[in-house]
T-cell receptor, first 113, second 114 residues
């Protein structure tokens, strides 16, 4: 049973560029959340998708956008990259119930130069 | 403001020893509290989830406690192993949104030395 898979694992981009990160949720999970984790910090919530709609959003600018596909996989897009966007981007899936654990992927390490 | 504070920030112990990590929160209304283990360069892995009515939960050598009155939780690791070296993150959920808002602590970095 495959867990949460993310691609790519590492990425280097230049300031001002755009990036797309991808996530396939664990089998049976319909809810996908994205997190940004800076070095030495806890994950910060970006947004959550359910039934192809953004259901909740954290305190991130509109440069961060996402999408969920009918097969529940998801993309995170970041436009006009800033140096401060350098971080580990984590995708987490869950079956959507309140007390269910999140299953995280191993993340995409984004470096903006 | 909803916050989760963890202590200590980092900890070094010898293999075989026990240790306890602390988590204090100000999240309200409280829904559940979770502990995650995050190895370097990997995603967090769930250790325990506790709701308001649970005051202890174990997962192998990991035992989490919850005192909802004082808004404190601890994670006790027994007979530590080198593979326990990781960051341990406390996460508290409120009743916001459809599944609750998850508030993450910054984690405690544990190093287990031989």
């Amino acid at each position: 049973d495959a867990g949460v898979t993310q691609s790519p694992t590492h990425l280097i981009k230049t300031r001002g560029q755009q990036v797309t990160l991808r996530c396939s949720p664990k089998s049976g999970h319909d809810t996908v959340s994205w997190y940004q984790q800076a070095l030495g910090q806890g994950p910060q919530f970006i947004f959550q998708y359910y039934e192809e709609e953004e259901r909740q959003r954290g305190n991130f600018p509109d440069r961060f956008s996402g999408h969920q596909f009918p097969n529940y996989s998801s993309e995170l897009n970041v436009n006009a990259l800033l140096l401060g966007d350098s971080a580990l981007y984590l995708c987490a899936s869950s079956p959507g119930t309140r007390n269910s654990p999140l299953h995280f992927g191993n993340g995409t390490r984004l470096t903006v130069t | 403001k909803n916050q989760v504070e963890q202590s200590p920030q980092s900890l070094i112990i010898l293999e075989g020893k026990n240790c306890t990590l602390q988590c204090n929160y100000t999240v309200s209304p409280f829904s559940n509290l979770r502990w995650y283990k995050q190895d370097t360069g990997r995603g967090p892995v769930s250790l325990t989830i506790m709701t308001f009515s649970e005051n202890t939960k174990s997962n192998g050598r990991y035992t989490a406690t919850l005192d909802a009155d004082t808004k404190q939780s601890s994670l006790h690791i027994t007979a530590s192993q080198l593979s326990d070296s990781a960051s341990y993150i406390c996460v508290v959920s409120d009743y916001g949104g459809s599944q609750g808002n998850l508030i993450f602590g910054k984690g405690t970095k544990l190093s287990v030395k031989p």
